[in-house]
């Protein structure tokens, strides 16, 4: 289980735009062919029309801790709503404890499951169930899982033993698509230097940071200050100075193309049973960029870059994809980064902006292969370069999105700056007099501004019940440069 950040604020969580505006999902009940399941007490409201794509959007704050249960291969058991709640779960044993609350009341109530008459069993829940739960005790990535015991009831509901699954068997051959914001107020931070400043702002003229800052909304801002000190062995010690923020708009890409029947898809489930796998699924993250950094001194570094991260951010949205509470794992880690020769002294700054889309495609000939796009415009503030050298700056951000706790995507976004200068100085003293010396220098310099996009999709990214990737497969490098200016010493 990670270990949680404690928070730097906490506003409530509205499941909504690492990420960010709300949006409400469509209720799949209003169809006319929803078909009712009693489950203790509270309806269970049937997927819709299966020619019909599902909607994804945020999950409604009175849907952060919904369930959806299906059973696979039977009549009446695709995946539904369902009062049913993961009362705890323990991540070792692989058990869990289901219950469902009776409308007014507080206590919980025989769990009950569809059948293939579209009735409940009374009083348990039932081997084959699958379950997709938003975070819960124990399960704070979300909980994706399927019955393959059902050991008592207990005090608190249903205790069951529960195997690890994947998301075709919930959405089988539906489709979904969608973009999701995430709620900038729903980001656990944790500042790893001490000058680190934590912004955002919401719907409703909600804002938190620090007396005076602007982000647009939906966004989310971390401002940092810092001495950058002499890397170890680096040719000569040096003073200099990096600051800055990074301001980002991150949303959630999610898709899903069922329909895919062919033995060239098929793939194994991890408790051995075969899913016939999507014809199509994707996975990325994306958003808007801004950034606006200096840095200042002779940077003490050396030809290997030494990394800084100043801030971590970790969001767990949960997309409404239809009935189903399908739960994003979202990390973002702010960090500095510097190579030089420990030589040259800058004094520079720019402003960058722009977007960014990183993530993983799946279709059935190709397989699963990367996307990787970035498009960003800057403009130095100010910018001078003395003595010969060279150094390199980035301000960037390492994301990964993963899916109940699987991370399948990683993406690097690194902005960067790189100085560089050459030519030659003299001092000429008239021997014998105390004259100062005529120093005298020539030579060039040039400041190039660029960005590097990279990263990698992960064997997890099988939990769409696609073939399991068996290594990781780079992103490929996304690198562009630009000369912001130039000129002679």
Not at 46 to 73: E, F, I, W, Y
Not at 233 to 256: H, L
Not at 400 to 406: H, P
Request: hydrophobic share 40%; charged share 15%; net charge neutral.
């Amino acid at each position: 289980m990670r270990k949680r950040p404690s928070r730097a604020f906490v506003p409530a969580l509205a499941a909504s735009a690492l990420l960010l505006a709300a949006g409400c999902s469509a209720d799949p009940g209003q169809s006319s062919a929803a078909a009712r399941t009693p489950d203790a007490g509270a309806s269970a409201t049937a997927t819709a029309n299966s020619d019909q794509p599902l909607a994804v959007a945020a999950a409604p704050a009175a849907a952060a801790t919904s369930t959806a249960v299906a059973r696979p291969g039977t009549a009446g058991g695709k995946a539904r709503k369902t009062s049913l709640k993961v009362k705890s779960y323990d991540s070792h044993t692989r058990r869990a404890v289901i219950s469902t609350v009776s409308k007014g009341t507080s206590s919980p109530s025989p769990t009950g499951s569809p059948t293939p008459a579209g009735t409940a069993t009374p009083g348990r829940t039932a081997v084959g169930d699958v379950i997709a739960s938003a975070p819960a005790p124990g399960a704070p990535d979300g909980l994706l899982a399927k019955v393959t015991k059902v050991i008592g009831e207990t005090a608190d509901g249903t205790e069951v033993q529960t195997a690890p699954t994947t998301l075709d068997t919930l959405l089988g051959d539906d489709d979904a698509k969608g973009t999701v914001p995430v709620d900038p107020a729903s980001f656990d931070v944790e500042r790893l230097l001490p000058d680190v400043k934590v912004s955002w702002a919401k719907t409703g003229d909600i804002h938190s940071g620090p007396e005076g800052t602007k982000v647009p909304l939906g966004s989310l801002r971390v401002d940092v200050a810092t001495k950058v000190a002499t890397a170890e062995g680096a040719p000569a010690s040096a003073d200099a100075s990096v600051s800055g923020f990074v301001q980002v708009k991150p949303e959630v890409d999610f898709s899903y193309g069922g329909g895919a029947s062919t033995a060239s898809t098929a793939s194994t489930a991890s408790n051995g049973s075969t899913a016939s796998g999507p014809g199509a699924a994707y996975l990325g993250v994306s958003g808007d960029w801004t950034s606006q950094w200096a840095l200042k001194g002779r940077a003490g570094a050396t030809a290997k870059p030494v990394r800084l991260p100043f801030a971590k951010l970790h969001a767990d949205p949960v997309l409404q994809v239809g009935p189903i509470p399908v739960v994003v794992n979202l990390d973002l880690t702010c960090y500095f980064e510097i190579s030089g020769d420990g030589r040259v002294t800058v004094d520079v700054e720019q402003d960058l902006k722009g977007d960014f889309k990183a993530g993983g495609t799946f279709g059935t000939a190709a397989g699963w292969t990367p996307v990787n796009e970035s498009h960003m415009d800057s403009s130095p503030v100010r910018t001078s370069v003395t003595t010969a050298g060279s150094v390199k700056a980035a301000l960037g951000a390492q994301a990964t999105v993963g899916l109940y706790g699987a991370v399948g995507v990683t993406a690097d976004l690194a902005p960067y700056l790189r100085g560089e200068a050459a030519g030659t100085v003299t001092a000429t003293t008239p021997v014998g007099s105390g004259t100062k010396s005529d120093v005298a220098a020539s030579g060039s310099w040039a400041l190039y501004g660029g960005l590097d996009l990279s990263g990698t999709l992960q064997i997890q990214l099988a939990i769409f019940g696609t073939p399991v990737i068996q290594h990781a497969i780079p992103l490929g490098t996304l690198h562009r440069e630009w000369k912001l200016a130039d000129g002679k010493m």
